[in-house]
């Protein structure tokens, strides 16, 4: 009897294949519960001491946990590469060892704030349920199995940042081997070198890639592989390291060991940024800058103009049919987002249906159905309406207040900013000043994020921002539609049910010489009645103001991070989907600014 596959909902269905999703793997679960590569005629673990293989191969070739005690790793982050994440094992275990060793050090040192970053490649990444089924195979790891598989992203290609705890970020590749190295900038302090046998994955093995794995390693940097072919050690050795032949695991006769030498390197000092802007971009790169346990100073004019101040913001995927970086990104930063506004507890809703407004567009809607960007649990076709389950409406009051609580608030109007020596730094330091000349903040770095407030600053002029008034009105919710619309709605506009209201929204306008800010009827009319055109149902105006403010997009309609000068940058251009983009974009700017892995290519940095 040919032993049992793994199998997609498209593929079970007939459907095409995804041109954004990544390959599925096909898994032989034939071998007493360890699940084997029907692609590469190998396994994915032994069940057998496959956990104690993991410890000796990986973890203790490595040097762990006896290196995380070490001096320099107290002010930086512990960074591990893997290639090859499999069922998540490697992982796995070297989180439980963490966090023995940080309830060890924490005894020692209320305020240890160490912190450990895993960077991990894979090209054939598990459905949840087939994760979830393999590491149920190892019982003592079910806590942590849970935690991975409440924030897995499936086989979405491109590159996914989980939070596991204040002190652990989990970054996931999904792509093949040499474009997810070429995308990485990091200095890996280890590495797994987990791929299927070298005999029968070479893709995975070859000395290209084993010396991109050297340029990406600190000095120091430790290998354990369960491999000692011989040419895997000639790549090594060609890459820089000392290789060394070991004793082998179980029924394996040799592995290899390797080490790249040391030499002494300066230490980097510890960056204070000064953020411009409180909306969810300042608030965003806050919270960002908090997780590395810097206390950033945040600037915020707060006077009620921010687009972050509307009642309700929607976060739901942008969806292209070619895979590209642009959509790649566009999709990471979705997911990304989901587990941001949930971890701050600002979710208010559930569950986003987005109705067609032409034919055409309902033709689209049935081409991303068949050829998904995301698995089925993110997106379905329901009639003629695209239904996302898991988009977010978020309480953008209460995601900018969790975001925000480690900052220091400084509540005032930048102006202009200046150079000034600092004696104790040894270095200079940028003074943000207010109209009056008073000093607000100082810091070594000085970010924007002031959403339209760049329009004051005329240095930002060569980035050919565009800026367009949005406007939001109050709908009251009749008696006969209650349960009609409990999901929020999107047709081009939007409309969110709040209580016994409707949030409906928002207009696109060009900015002419009267004040933004101030609500029109006109708008209110045209939000109605795109209300009517998309629902069939008329809805009368509530007893609320209707509010507006001003988006910026940029040229491209992605976002931007551009460098005025040194240590003076941007964000911006998030345009009408800064909840999406904000979190995502503030953490891999923050994690390029503290030296952290950032995978982030140079063509989507281009783009």
């Known amino acids: 009897m040919s032993a049992p596959k793994s199998q997609t909902p498209a593929q079970k269905k007939g459907a095409q294949p995804s041109l954004i999703l990544c390959p599925a793997p096909a898994i032989d679960w034939s071998r007493s519960a360890a699940p084997a590569s029907d692609d590469f005629g190998d396994i994915y673990f032994s069940v057998e001491g496959g956990l104690e293989e993991t410890r000796a191969v990986y ?8 290196r995380w005690t070490e001096p320099q790793f107290t002010q930086r982050a512990f960074v591990v590469g893997e290639l090859g994440f499999g069922t998540g094992l490697n992982f796995l275990a070297l989180w439980q060892m963490w966090k023995v060793h940080k309830q060890a050090a924490m005894h020692g040192n209320p305020q240890n704030g160490q912190r450990l970053h895993f960077v991990s490649i894979e090209k054939f990444p598990l459905s949840r349920e087939d994760l979830a089924k393999a590491l149920s195979a190892w019982p003592e790891l079910k806590k942590e199995a849970a935690a991975l598989l409440a924030l897995w992203p499936g086989r979405v290609r491109g590159t996914h940042i989980l939070h596991l705890g204040d002190d652990l970020t989990l970054t996931l590749c999904h792509d093949d081997v040499v474009p997810a190295l070429a995308g990485l900038s ?7 070198l987990d791929g299927f046998s070298p005999a029968k994955n070479p893709e995975m093995w070859q000395e290209t890639v084993m010396k991109r794995v050297g340029t990406l390693s600190a ?24 290789v060394r032949k070991t004793e082998g695991f179980g029924r394996k006769r040799h592995r290899l060991e390797a080490v790249m030498p040391v030499h002494t390197v300066r230490a980097v000092a510890p960056i204070t940024p000064v953020i411009i802007g409180g909306g969810i971009a300042g608030a965003s790169l806050a919270a960002a800058f908090a997780r590395r346990g810097l206390k950033t100073a945040v600037i915020d004019a707060d006077d009620g103009t921010a687009a972050s101040g509307n009642a309700a913001a929607i976060v739901k995927p942008r969806l292209d049919r070619q895979d590209s970086p642009l959509s790649r990104f566009a999709l990471s930063a979705y997911l990304y987002a989901l587990q941001c506004y949930a971890r701050a507890d600002a979710v208010i809703g559930e569950g986003v249906t987005h109705a067609p407004q032409t034919p055409q567009q309902l033709s689209r809607f049935k081409l991303l159905a068949a050829q998904p960007a995301l698995p089925p649990e993110h997106m379905c076709l329901r009639g003629e309406h695209m239904v996302f389950p ?35 730094l040894n270095g200079e330091v940028f003074e943000v000043l207010d109209v009056d000349g008073a000093v607000l903040a100082a810091g070594s770095h000085l970010i924007y994020a002031a959403g339209a407030g760049v329009r004051d600053i005329n240095a930002f002029d060569g980035l050919e921002l565009r800026y367009s008034r949005g406007q939001i009105s109050w709908a009251q919710k009749a008696e006969a539609e209650a349960g009609v619309q409990d999901a929020a709605l999107t047709y081009g506009g939007y409309a969110v049910p709040l209580g016994e209201e409707t949030l409906l929204g928002a207009t696109h306008a060009r900015l002419t010489e009267a004040d933004p800010y101030i609500p029109n009827a006109q708008d209110d009319a045209h939000n109605f009645e795109a209300y009517r055109a998309a629902t069939g149902r008329a809805a009368a105006p509530a007893l609320r103001a209707s509010r507006a403010s001003v988006r910026v997009n940029s040229k491209t309609t992605w976002p931007v991070v551009a460098e005025l000068e040194a240590e003076v940058l941007v964000l911006t251009g998030l345009g009408s989907r800064g909840f999406v983009f904000a979190p995502l974009m503030a953490e891999m700017l923050a994690a390029e600014l503290c030296a952290e892995p950032v995978a982030w290519p140079d063509k989507l940095r281009r783009a």
């Open 59 to 66: 973890l203790s070739a490595c040097g762990l946990p006896e």
């Open 186 to 192: 990091m200095r890996a302090d280890a590495w797994f």
């Open 219 to 242: 000095r120091g940097a430790r290998i354990g592989t369960f491999t000692a072919a011989g040419f895997v050690r000639e790549g090594l050795a060609a890459a820089g390291f000392n």
């Open 390 to 424: 898991k988009a977010q409406v978020v309480d953008p009051q209460k995601a900018r207040a969790a975001l925000l609580a480690e900052c220091r608030p400084i509540f005032g109007r930048a102006a202009r900013y200046r150079r000034k020596k600092d004696e104790v």
